[in-house]
């Protein structure tokens, strides 16, 4: 009797035991899998690794399914969803607007101070000075609400300050002062510093690694085509009456149209960020979401000390910086320059636009090469810097040392030495941001927008205070 309770008590207790033993192979199996995921997605083995890159069993079992065995274990799934597509659209859509607001004056500054006539030249002028002082200011706090805040809260911040700086100068107080004008500037500054962080970061949270020069390249495009864009509105803006004159009046009623029209449009964008932007990041894999939750506590002087003391970091930044320091000054004196060389003004106007589309679909198309072939960014980057850099000699020597020219000559160079110059913009962010994995990509792209705009504002402070540096006596 005794042995018999023994029994029944030895086989109660196997009885009690066998759901413990099932839970932990369970465990064992989730634990199993979520490590062979890590070992493949680690970055400290040296094995090329894709984030879209599936799991497979170590049996050739024909009826398994990892999804299916994921999600019976409630692991959550990763990888790219088709709204990364709606989410890009929407951020560059952004960026062209807050270039179009931004760049504006710049294509309509002979018919603005004709229209208002107590502007003055000097003060319309340094409207542009606010986008260089609001980023060395902001840019660091915008990377740091960037991680802190997500996405979708970062631009809709953007975008309000687009919208108010949109609506500042369309009150009536702006016929007598432009006053309202440079705040208007500097909340369209504010808003747009952001910006190029922000599409950094949507191309390395919401795209495969395949995919992320190419969503950098579209976003970039479309910043310039927003610069384009300011020329064609000029060209509606200035367009004479049957007689060939310009009426003060009209213009100033084209002009307000204008500023309304693009008050309405970033009203609509603001829209369309808040009521259809996702309010989450869907993580490409695993390391992915890792990152994610790593920058949200990144500091920005750990950040920065990294970056300081990375060599190859400030090599790839000068190479961006002073590339663009070289060709922004350029491009400011174009206008100048043709006219001192005697060329039509519409011709000048049109050769601007033609030049920004030109670097609009070179961006696209270097962007498509560098997402073929994933492993040459650099000689794609090196070779365009070089076209750029032939071109833009060639046109030193054309304006300083009296080479011959046609105008023809003349506008096939410039569009040549600077789109090229500007189109593997995205590649070089993109290197930045692989470069310095895992800190976040906003840090790097505010260090690199950063340190160029420092350099430009100094060329054009030496063309400020020192004038012989500006191009001269070009019409000799």
């Known amino acids: 009797m005794g042995s018999l309770d023994i029994k029944n008590e030895d086989e109660a207790s196997d009885d009690y035991l066998e759901p413990d033993v099932e839970l932990f192979n369970r465990e064992t199996s989730i634990q199993s899998i979520l490590l062979k995921t890590e070992l493949l997605s680690s970055d400290k083995i040296h094995i090329h690794y894709d984030e879209t890159l599936k799991l497979l069993p170590s049996t050739a079992l024909p009826l398994y399914n990892l999804e299916k065995e994921l999600s019976s274990f409630g692991i959550e799934k990763f990888g790219p969803t088709k709204k990364r597509f709606l989410v890009i659209i929407i951020a560059s859509t952004a960026s062209f607007l807050q270039i179009f607001s931004q760049c504006i004056w710049s294509a309509i500054y002979e018919p603005a101070l004709a229209a208002f006539p107590n502007w003055s030249s000097r003060s319309l002028a340094l409207l542009p000075i606010w986008g260089s002082i609001m980023t060395a200011v902001l840019v660091f706090p915008a990377c740091l609400t960037i991680n802190k805040y997500g996405l979708k809260l970062s631009l809709l911040w ?3 300050f687009l919208t108010l700086g949109s609506a500042v100068r369309c009150l009536p107080s702006v016929y007598s002062s432009t006053m309202f004008i440079h705040l208007s500037s500097i909340c369209l500054a504010a808003g747009g510093v952001a910006m190029t962080p922000l599409i950094i970061t949507v191309s390395a949270q919401w795209f495969p690694k395949n995919e992320r020069t190419m969503a950098t390249g579209f976003g970039s495009a479309m910043g310039m085509l927003g610069s384009a864009a300011t020329y064609i509105v000029g060209s509606m803006i200035v367009s004479t009456d049957s007689e060939g004159s310009l009426n003060p009046i009209v213009l100033r009623i084209r002009i ?3 500023l309304y029209t693009c008050f309405g449009l970033n009203v609509l964008v603001t829209l369309l960020v808040y009521l259809i932007f996702p309010s989450h990041t869907q993580p490409m894999s695993h390391v992915s979401k890792q990152a994610m939750a790593s920058h949200q506590s990144a500091k920005v002087y750990c950040s920065l000390k990294i970056l ?7 090599c790839l930044v000068l190479a961006f910086a002073l590339s663009n320091t070289m060709l922004a000054p350029w491009t400011g004196l174009l206008p100048s320059t043709f006219s001192k060389l005697h060329v039509p003004p519409e011709l000048s106007s049109n050769m601007g636009f033609y030049m920004i589309i030109h670097t609009f679909f070179l ?9 073929r ?4 960014s650099k000689e794609f980057t090196l070779f365009s810097r070089l076209i750029s850099l032939v071109f833009l000699f060639w046109l030193m020597l054309m304006l300083n040392f009296g080479a011959r020219m046609t105008t023809t000559t003349l506008v096939c160079v410039v569009l040549m030495a600077f789109p090229y110059g500007w189109c593997s913009q995205s590649l070089l962010y993109e290197m930045g941001a692989q470069l310095m994995y895992p ?18 504002d100094f060329v ?3 063309i400020f205070f020192f004038p012989s540096f500006e191009v001269k006596e070009l019409s000799t």
């Open 460 to 462: 054009y402070g030496v």
């Open 158 to 160: 953007s975008c309000c």
């Open 308 to 314: 300081f003391l990375d060599f190859d970091v400030w």
């Open 439 to 456: 800190l976040p990509e906003s840090f790097v792209a505010g260090y690199m927008t950063l340190l160029n705009n420092l350099f430009v």
């Open 373 to 376: 072939a994933p492993g040459y």
């Open 363 to 371: 961006s696209l198309t270097i962007s498509t090469f560098a997402y």
């Open 256 to 258: 307000m149209s204008l």
